[in-house]
């Protein structure tokens, strides 16, 4: 089949790869219709995210119908359309009957603190072959794969991979209680996906605040208050529209690539003064990375 192949930092083919087979009694082989690419592959392409093992077939975003069960596969069948959800859990041990399938036990092979286990990631995370392939092996299948309806095409059942989810978790964290003013920074897809869940969880106004023209029009569309940080201070926007109070809840959703001074207090939990630091971008050691899912 073909498969979109990590050779190395900065070296991405579309090559032949291997069929995936069936391992486990739970696995499913899926044969993939739609594939999408997602920040977080970038990382692996930069080398931002380290420790791929070459040869890894990448991407976490799927929808497909399946092919082939293990036998402990009984909710599903041959021909079903699935979204193929980015992180892996088995569903059985006491993280996943808690609902934090990320802090799944058994999934990651490399043990149960080793961080989360999703598709296309680096040793750490497994390594499962990912979704940007003709087909892929789907380990705990019977959890993870969710049937999409008829109605509902490829191109919109994508988005519950990693990006609606990722987004509707930012704005479930924030707590959003009705009536409440919020401020989305960053107006990507993800953003986009927190104002939609803002609004969906009750908010009355969202402050979204980008440069980017295109998302910004977007954001509007979708009901929000646009600030283009460049145009203008955000900040004192944000003052100015909620009359200097400021608003009742905000989401981060601009990742972690920061060219501002990081400034922080010698109290933080580290302990350690990183007040004059400098990121100018993520960061790069493997310890950074271990607890974090794809989104
Ligand atoms: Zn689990
Ligand atoms: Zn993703």
Known sequence: MKAVVFYGVGDIRITDAPDPKILQRNDAIVRLTASAICGTDLHMVRGTM???????????????VVEELGPDVRNLKAGDRVVIPSTIACGTCSYCRAGYFAQCDQANPNGPRAGTAFFGGPKTTGPFNGLQAERARVPYANVGLIKVPDEVSDEQAIMLSDIVPTGYFGADLADIKHGDTVAVFGCGPVGQFAIASAFLQGAARVLAVDTIASRLDMARTQGSEIIDFQAENPVQAILRLTGGIGVDRAIDAGRCRCHATTRRSSDDKTGVDISTRNRTDCPTDESSWRQLAPG
């Open 50 to 64: 380290p420790g791929m093992e070459p040869g890894t077939i990448l991407g976490h975003e799927g929808v497909g």
